[in-house]
């Protein structure tokens, strides 16, 4: 069982930053793959970036160049660091952790951009 909880989102104007934290406790965090996901209102669920238990990393085309995931497995989190953000980004971000049939979900954090 994984439990995961994100923060860092809120409130910024376009072309600014922000790094969004995901706290991992239970399982073996370091064997999971982990992936940060979006959703706006009224769209669907869209997968942003996925960051692999082997290091591989890939991303969105939306977000390529602007956006990061990385982790700290000593700190059982994994992050996304947010750059050059659009009003197109707002939504509320998931963090997702998965490994053969177990896949898990934090309850997300709302990021808003105004232009």
């Known amino acids: 069982q994984v439990q995961l909880v994100e923060s860092g989102g809120g409130l910024v104007q376009a072309g600014g930053s922000l790094r969004l934290s995901c706290a991992a406790s239970g399982s073996i965090f370091s064997f999971y793959n982990m992936a940060w996901y979006r959703q706006a209102p009224g769209k669907q669920r869209e997968l942003v970036a996925i960051?692999?238990?082997?290091?591989?990393?890939n991303y969105a085309d939306s977000v390529k160049g602007r956006f990061t995931i990385s982790r700290d497995n000593a700190k059982n989190t994994v992050y996304l660091e947010m750059n050059s953000l659009k009003p197109e980004d707002t939504a509320v971000y998931l963090c997702?952790?998965?490994?053969?049939?177990?896949?898990?979900w934090g309850q997300g954090t709302q990021v808003t951009v105004s232009s």
């Open positions: 960051l692999a238990s082997s290091g591989s990393t």
């Open positions: 997702n952790a998965y490994r053969g049939f177990n896949n898990y």
